[in-house]
């Protein structure tokens, strides 16, 4: 079956911000969310339990990095981290910065959408300068 | 502020099925979800990247053990794993077995219920016994 992390022709467009031998970090292009990231897997695995430890443990660094890269550049009311690949069964983690005045706040981005007026302030869009040049 | 993971009277009230000097793993009681977990940070703190490396390290070991042991435990069709916290920002784990079935599928829980007639399978309940005596 084809999937969209592993599809040459997909990746090719991916906006690759850092990578390493396990797993990449990408840009989600999200209007509304700026500096939601995706760390994927490499590999095509469907759960963080069928990679190695020691790759398993590549992903949480990255994990890690990337939290505290997004809380320095985009100082986010709060981060929200997911695994889901109900989709896409193929391991990848959502980062995501989140404020209490965003479009789905206290919800999860994929929840009821709370504050339908909102648009992030154009600060958040200078940030994403910061955050493609790491 | 109160916190509903900090507070004396509701930890007393939570089922623990694991637990370290760092985090407890405890049941969600969801009729919907058996299996569904949450790891919970025993210290206040927001954000993964506001604990410790080491102790970032054994919350991360805890989820591993965790998924495995959901995996072996329910066969689920997806493991869902999650760190929110927009309602109450103390760190803590979701994890949750799910089914292609269930009552959100595709959708995370937090989402658009997809399947309202869903409701788990008696063997998913006999696997909780399972999942209480680790």
Redo the contacts between chains.
């Keep these: 079956m084809s999937c969209v992390f592993c599809e040459q022709s997909s990746r090719s467009s991916e906006k690759v911000i850092l990578s390493n031998d396990v797993c990449r970090v990408i840009l989600v292009a999200d209007k509304y969310y700026p500096g939601y990231i995706q760390i994927i897997s490499n590999s095509h695995v469907?759960?963080?339990?069928d990679l190695s430890?020691d790759n398993?443990?590549i992903v949480?660094n990255t994990?890690?990095h990337m939290?505290?890269t997004i809380?320095k550049i985009f100082n986010p009311d709060?981060?929200?981290?997911?695994?889901?690949?109900?989709?896409v069964?193929h391991l990848h983690w959502h980062i995501i910065p989140?404020y209490f005045n965003d479009r789905h706040?206290?919800?999860?981005v994929?929840?009821e959408i709370l504050n339908p007026e909102y648009l992030p302030d154009s600060h958040l869009h200078r940030c994403m300068t910061t955050l493609i040049g790491i």
């Design positions: 469907k759960e963080l339990t430890s398993a443990l949480f994990i890690l939290e505290k809380r709060k981060v929200n981290i997911a695994s889901l690949g109900n989709v069964p989140r706040f206290p919800n999860p994929w929840g």
